[in-house]
C-alpha cells in the first residue's frame, strides 16, 4: 500500500535519478499506484506481476533499477533478485514487501539488494530511496563505474578518485571493477578466487595473493582520502561502499 504524500520535488531537479524503472509487484492495485506516480515524477516505468516475467523481461532488457516485490506468484523475489546478482548484473534494487522482520531483511539485503522498503510506506520517502540507489555504484556510461567519487572506466581502463588518475596493474583494475560492480555488497575471498582470478578451488597461498591485491588497492585508492571507499568484513569478505553508506 502506498501512502499519500506532498508532491516532491520532479525528477532531475538537483538530483541524477535511474530514468528507466522495472516494477514488480504482483498487487495490481499497487502496480498501478507505482507506475502512476513514478511516471508523474518522469520515470519510464515497466510493471510485470510475477517472477518469471520479471526474470524473461531482465534477461533481455536493461533498466537503471528496480522496484521488487518479494512475495510473488511464480517466482519469488529473493529468486529473481539472487539469479540477477549471480549473472553480474549490478542494476540497483529496492525492495517493497510487508515482511518487516529483521531476518526479512537481512535476507533481502543478503540476496544483493541495495535497500529494503516496508509497506506502507509513502510515496515521497520511495522516491528519495530510489534516488539513493540509483547513485550507488551506478553505471556513468556503459563501461564506467561510479562509486562516491571513484570513477572506473571499463572502456579505457582507467581509474579516477575525485579527478585524480590512479594506476593499477591490470589484475588490479579486474579485482576494483569487480568490487565496483557489487559496490555496497560483500563479496568473499571464495568469489573473488572464482571471478577474478579463474581459480575453482581457494588455497591460503591465493587468499594471501588476494588480501595482498586488496592491501594495495586499499593504498592507491584510499591513502589520500579521509573517506575510505574499501573495507574488510572479518571472515566474510571485502566491501567497496562510502563510509556511513
Known amino acids: ?54 526474470s524473461t523481461r531482465l534477461a533481455r532488457d536493461h533498466f537503471d533499477a528496480i522496484l521488487l516485490d518479494l512475495t510473488l506468484p511464480g517466482r519469488d523475489g529473493l529468486e529473481v533478485l539472487a539469479s540477477l546478482r549471480h549473472r553480474g548484473i549490478g542494476v540497483p534494487v529496492l525492495v517493497l514487501t510487508a515482511r518487516d522482520t529483521l531476518d526479512d531483511r537481512v535476507l533481502g539485503l543478503d540476496a544483493g539488494a541495495d535497500d529494503y522498503l516496508v509497506k506502507p510506506f509513502a510515496f515521497a520517502e520511495l522516491l528519495a530511496r530510489l534516488r539513493a540507489v540509483g547513485r550507488r555504484g551506478r553505471a556513468v556510461d556503459p563501461g564506467r563505474l561510479a562509486v562516491g567519487s571513484l570513477e572506473v572506466d571499463g572502456s579505457t581502463r582507467t581509474v579516477t578518485r575525485a579527478g585524480v588518475a590512479i594506476e593499477l596493474t591490470a589484475k588490479e583494475f579486474d579485482l576494483l571493477t569487480y568490487l565496483a560492480r557489487h559496490a555496497r555488497q560483500v563479496v568473499s575471498r571464495d568469489t573473488l578466487a572464482r571471478e577474478v582470478w579463474r581459480e575453482t578451488a581457494r588455497s591460503t597461498t591465493l587468499d594471501n595473493v588476494i588480501d595482498v591485491h586488496i592491501s594495495r588497492l586499499r593504498r592507491k585508492v584510499d591513502r589520500d582520502h579521509a573517506d575510505k571507499l574499501i573495507h574488510t568484513v572479518r571472515g566474510v569478505g571485502f566491501v567497496l561502499r562510502e563510509e556511513g553508506d
Do not use: F
Not at 1 to 29: C, F, W, Y
Not at 33 to 47: H, K, N, P
Open 1 to 54: 500500500m502506498v501512502t499519500s504524500s506532498p508532491t516532491p520535488p520532479a525528477a532531475g531537479v538537483g538530483a541524477d535519478p535511474p530514468q528507466r524503472v522495472l516494477v514488480v509487484e504482483d498487487e495490481a492495485k499497487v502496480a498501478a499506484a507505482l507506475r502512476e506516480g513514478l511516471e508523474g515524477d518522469g520515470y519510464q516505468v515497466v510493471v510485470e506481476h510475477d517472477g518469471e516475467a520479471a
